[in-house]
């Protein structure tokens, strides 16, 4: 049994305002080519499918015609479940339709636990692999609110509420693996997919000191940061101990192990979200079964549009783009100045520089500027380029609310924008 596990595609997205509709079209292309060319029999897309929950008809379209060409090939199963950037109830509504085509979308919970382990056959209708498909899971899926429930009580129910499901999702795997008979069961591999954020696990490279951006990947802080976090090791004790025989997880950007298990991994998203991004390598990843034994391997994802960044002081980013313009092909980068003159026409000696190259700049940051006060702001940075939790936590500098009040009110405030963006999610939904 061969599977093909991806994430985080987040068709649509944009960088600086600039579509890269061109950009996903070639990746799915190139999927689809792999998935044929290593004889897939089944794909597992771990949530974040689109980058927002109301995508563009041409995100619709780069998605439908890619579940039409994989339905049409070999591969014999595609598994998808939502992730926190989706609509469950967009990607739920031709659910019944795709099916019958063996396609399988798992937007949301449902009140039948069972909807969420499929149990997928071969051609001759024998049971041949068995997934735990369990979509993103919101706040008000799986915890009771009560009153006057403090901000740590409200976390430990949400990630008891998550551990809970899990293991309900992998006890009813494990008995629809038994299920099978004793003569198959142990050839039958159950694989568990999540869309979620384990503690330790890796968003990005270091970040650029001083840069206001760099947390931009599409990984949405407000989900990332303190709460819900599962601690690293909750898949790997004993409640999940021989039930589950690889786990593919979404949401995070970087491949990676988890808890240091070659069989729980990330795949990463298949495009730089970012510029931070810019030098990383892309995957997907390919798990051959021998029985219920997973052997993962890492596939690089070509790039089809180049991107990256320089920092430093004016002549250190001159020399940067020179080395680029020496090179000769399409490059979309990104700018940090960090020098500590002040250079008002930044840009415009920038833009000159580049002026009828290869080389396009898509943004600036001006560091010797941004560094400043928020009132202070220069032409460099506005509060577009800043996300909701740094224009909070700039506000309680600049009213000097001391330090030892900051780490509530900063979790309260967590608290309250995530259930707008949860309310967001229901109002697609």
């Not at 039948?112 to 149990?119: C, G, T």
Request: hydrophobic share 35%; charged share 25%.
């Amino acid at each position: 049994m061969r599977i093909l596990h991806t994430s985080d595609w987040h068709l649509g997205r944009t960088l600086c305002k600039r579509n890269r509709h061109d950009e996903f079209e070639a990746f799915l292309t190139w999927l689809g080519n792999v998935i044929l060319e290593k004889q897939v029999d089944a794909v597992l897309v771990a949530g974040d499918v689109f980058d927002t929950t109301t995508p563009g008809n041409r995100a619709q379209e780069q998605y439908y015609r890619f579940l039409c060409r994989i339905a049409l090939s070999s591969c014999r199963h595609l598994v998808v479940i939502a992730g926190n950037h989706d609509s469950p109830s967009f990607l739920n509504a031709p659910k019944e339709l795709l099916q019958s085509l063996n396609i399988h979308i798992v937007g949301c919970i449902t009140e039948n636990i069972a909807d969420e382990v499929l149990v997928l056959k071969n051609g001759d209708g024998e049971p041949e692999l068995i997934v735990g498909a369990v979509p993103y899971l919101r706040d008000r899926d799986i915890r009771n609110v009560e009153q006057c429930e403090s901000a740590g009580d409200k976390e430990i129910k949400l990630l008891e509420g998550i551990r809970r499901h899990y293991d309900e999702v992998c006890r009813l795997a494990e008995q629809k693996r038994l299920e099978c008979g004793n003569d198959v069961c142990d050839n039958i591999p159950v694989v568990l997919m999540g869309h979620l954020f384990t503690s330790g696990g890796q968003l990005s490279d270091d970040r650029l000191s001083g840069d206001p951006l760099s947390g931009d990947d599409g990984v949405r802080e407000l989900y990332v940061g303190t709460l819900a976090q599962v601690d690293a090791t909750f898949f790997s004790d004993k409640m999940f101990f021989g039930k589950m025989d690889y786990l593919a997880l979404g949401h995070l950007h970087l491949p990676q192990m988890v808890a240091g298990s070659d069989a729980m991994r990330y795949c990463g998203s298949p495009l730089a979200m970012s510029f931070k991004e810019a030098r990383r390598k892309k995957s997907v990843c390919l798990v051959d079964f021998e029985g219920k034994t997973p052997s993962p391997t890492l596939l690089d994802v070509p790039v089809f549009q180049r991107l990256d960044r320089v920092s430093g002081d004016i002549e250190t980013i001159f020399s940067g783009i020179d080395k680029w313009m020496g090179e000769n092909v399409s490059i979309w980068v990104e700018i940090v100045y960090d020098g500590g003159e002040i250079i008002p026409d930044l840009r415009e000696k920038l833009e000159n520089r580049v002026t009828g190259t290869s080389v396009e700049i898509l943004r600036i940051i001006n560091n010797r500027i941004t560094g400043q006060a928020l009132e202070q702001t220069g032409e460099c940075e506005t509060l577009e380029q800043l996300d909701a939790l740094e224009v909070f936590q700039r506000c309680l500098t600049r009213y000097q609310v001391s330090e030892h009040e900051k780490p509530a009110l900063v979790q309260a405030y967590q608290e309250i924008i995530k259930d707008v963006l949860e309310d967001d999610c229901r109002s697609n939904a």
